[in-house]
């Protein structure tokens, strides 16, 4: 599969996986569940996942790197699999009571307990989901990853109906792990069964660093509501948690999927002896093209999407949502920046780099958070944004060797369509209706415009992402038709 029709597939599953998850959320939150029941669980489901880095152990990174691989080698990774996500289950059940205790809130310890039972079924999704991605048959990847979203919004839709409250997501994170596992093991078996530990020391070896270094990631992005929830209780984590979370989602939307579809295509290029310099500008080109506006859009319409999705008792989350959206625009400048150090063997210096910025993350929403609260803590994030550019530039620069005079023109260009992309929107708060005020037929017609103008700025500018866009739209159902305009475009 080509890494256009790869990324297709991506992206469709993460579409799909999103507008589930999505109207899940939206559901749930604005029928069942108040802020301070959502804070339980994120609390909860963060504690668990800063644990939950070692259920991979590398080994989706390991088996993409494997010049070949056999039964053998496949039997060793799906063992080392299933070992860790026992340890990973035991880990957050041992936390349970301890975290129960420390928040005070007794309903934290059932809930931990049901989370780390969905991690015992991880293993089972793990190797064949590496083993399709090391084919680019991300077709795989498509109905296991709608399928999970399925189980889960299914189960958290009924639950909460029921009045399980904050139990209803836990359980249906275990049923998110369940489907996961049988679909992708009915997709390509690789059950970690007989047991092998002969020849595992590589794979442990390997995994143990790259553990490591997630490790340090996971207490960056994971953290944040257990320090939000400590620091300022139930309320403030459940409204940070929702703005997070809903920002996060729609980044993903725009783009998460393609990140999965580059590495074994960066891989391709590194074993051909190729340049890393150019594509990685591409994928620069592509990231900000998009995410920019997208994520710039949802900040300026942060107080109507909050209000018409999820009804006055969370307006306080617009203001969060509008301030952590921003960031994004600044952790999208440098993508791949975990994928390429590890891809080509800089993981010591990669790992050193992380530790930086996991102090300088968590530093920072401490401060936020004990001077101006919960705003504070969405603030922190932006000031983390411009330090994490800093921190990375020159270590990728070295690392790819892309022309930075080409980056800074790129970085420009999609500027100037992120401005257009927001002009009509904002015109529209300026003349006619405010944020507060502004209905859903105004709403829609003007992010319509915004995008309309967005496409002609990036014709107009002859923006270098517009070549990848086209090409991914002609790889769509009757995209093709669009072939001659594509042609006439890059003609110019």
């Given at each position: 599969?080509s890494v256009?029709?790869a990324?297709?597939?991506?992206m469709g599953?993460?579409?799909l996986s999103?507008?589930?998850?999505?109207?899940t959320?939206?559901?749930?939150?604005?029928f069942?569940?108040?802020?301070a029941?959502?804070?339980?669980?994120?609390i909860?489901?963060a504690?668990?996942?800063?644990v939950?880095?070692?259920?991979d152990?590398g080994?989706?990174r390991y088996?993409?790197?494997?010049?070949v691989?056999d039964?053998d080698?496949?039997?060793?990774c799906?063992t080392?699999?299933?070992?860790f996500?026992?340890?990973?289950?035991?880990?957050?059940?041992?936390?349970?009571?301890p975290?129960a205790?420390?928040y005070g809130h007794a309903d934290?310890?059932?809930?931990?307990?049901?989370i780390?039972?969905s991690?015992?079924?991880?293993p089972?999704?793990?190797?064949?989901?590496?083993?399709?991605?090391r084919?680019?048959s991300f077709?795989?990847?498509?109905a296991v990853?709608?399928?999970?979203?399925?189980?889960?919004?299914?189960?958290a839709?009924?639950l909460?109906?029921l009045g399980?409250k904050?139990?209803?997501?836990?359980?249906?994170t275990?049923?998110?792990g369940?489907?996961?596992?049988?679909i992708a093991?009915?997709?390509r078996p690789?059950?970690?069964w007989?047991l092998?530990?002969?020849g595992?020391?590589?794979?442990?070896?390997?995994?143990?660093?790259?553990?490591?270094?997630?490790?340090?990631?996971a207490?960056g992005?994971?953290t944040p509501?257990m320090?939000?929830?400590k620091?300022?209780?139930?309320?403030s984590v459940?409204?940070?948690s929702?703005?997070?979370?809903?920002?996060d989602q729609?980044?993903?939307?725009i783009?998460?999927?393609?990140?999965?579809?580059?590495?074994p295509?960066?891989?391709?290029?590194?074993?051909?002896g190729e340049?890393?310099?150019p594509p990685?500008?591409?994928?620069?080109?592509?990231y900000?093209?998009?995410?920019?506006p997208?994520?710039?859009?949802?900040?300026l319409?942060?107080?109507?999407?909050v209000?018409?999705?999820?009804?006055?008792k969370?307006?306080e989350?617009?203001?969060?949502?509008?301030?952590i959206s921003l960031t994004e625009i600044?952790?999208?400048?440098?993508?791949?920046h975990t994928?390429?150090?590890i891809l080509?063997g800089?993981?010591n210096?990669?790992?050193?780099?992380?530790?930086i910025?996991?102090?300088?993350?968590?530093?920072?929403l401490?401060v936020?958070?004990?001077?101006?609260?919960?705003l504070?803590?969405?603030?922190?994030?932006?000031?983390?944004g411009v330090f994490w550019?800093a921190?990375y530039?020159?270590?990728?620069?070295g690392?790819?060797?892309f022309d930075?005079?080409?980056?800074?023109?790129?970085?420009?260009?999609s500027?100037i369509?992120?401005?257009a992309?927001l002009?009509?929107?904002?015109?529209?708060y300026a003349l006619?209706?405010g944020?507060r005020?502004?209905t859903?037929?105004?709403l829609?017609?003007a992010v319509?415009a915004?995008?309309?103008l967005?496409?002609v700025t990036?014709?107009?500018?002859r923006h270098p992402?517009?070549?990848?866009l086209f090409?991914?739209?002609?790889?769509?159902?009757?995209g093709h038709r669009?072939?001659?305009l594509?042609?006439?475009?890059t003609a110019r």
């Open positions: 599969m256009r029709g990324a297709i597939w991506a599953g993460q579409y999103f507008a589930i998850q999505f109207i959320s939206v559901i749930i939150s604005r069942f569940l108040a802020p029941e959502v804070g339980l669980f994120s909860a489901l504690a668990a996942m800063v939950s880095v070692l259920q152990f080994l989706s088996i993409s790197g494997l010049p691989i039964a080698a496949m039997a060793r799906s080392v699999a299933l070992v996500s026992f340890v990973v289950a035991g880990m957050i059940a041992a936390s349970a009571f975290m205790h420390a934290l310890a059932p809930i931990l307990l049901i780390a039972g991690y015992v079924f991880v089972f999704a793990v190797v064949p989901m590496a083993l399709m991605g084919k680019m077709h795989g990847h498509f990853n709608v399928g999970g979203a399925l189980a889960q919004g299914v189960v839709l009924v909460s109906w399980f904050a139990f209803a997501l836990a359980w249906a275990l049923a998110n369940v489907a996961r596992g049988m093991q009915l997709l690789a059950l970690p007989p092998r530990f002969d595992v020391l590589p794979i442990v070896s390997t995994g143990s660093r790259l553990t490591t270094l997630y490790a340090c990631g207490l992005n994971r509501d320090i939000v929830g620091l300022l209780g139930l309320l459940g409204l940070y929702r703005a997070a979370s809903l920002s729609f980044r993903m939307l783009s998460g999927a393609i990140g999965s579809v580059f590495f295509a960066f891989a391709r290029k590194r074993d051909a340049p890393l310099g990685y500008l591409r994928v620069v080109a592509g900000t093209a998009v995410i920019w997208g994520m710039a859009g949802l900040a319409a942060a107080q109507p999407v209000h018409l999705l999820y009804g006055d969370w307006m989350v617009a203001p969060l949502l509008a301030t600044f952790l999208v400048m440098l993508p791949l994928d390429l150090p080509l800089r993981l210096k990669l790992m050193v780099f992380n530790v910025d996991t102090v300088m993350s968590l530093s920072l401490a936020g958070c004990l001077w101006f609260g919960t504070g803590a969405a603030g922190s994030r932006v000031v983390y550019v921190l530039a020159r270590f990728l620069q690392l790819v060797g930075v005079r080409a980056l800074l023109i790129t970085y420009a260009k500027g369509a992120t401005l992309a002009a009509p929107l904002a015109a529209v006619w209706m944020p005020v502004i859903l037929p105004v829609i017609p319509g915004g995008i309309g967005w496409l990036l014709v107009l500018i992402a517009l070549d990848d090409g991914l739209i002609t790889h769509l159902p009757g669009l072939r001659p594509h042609q006439a475009i």
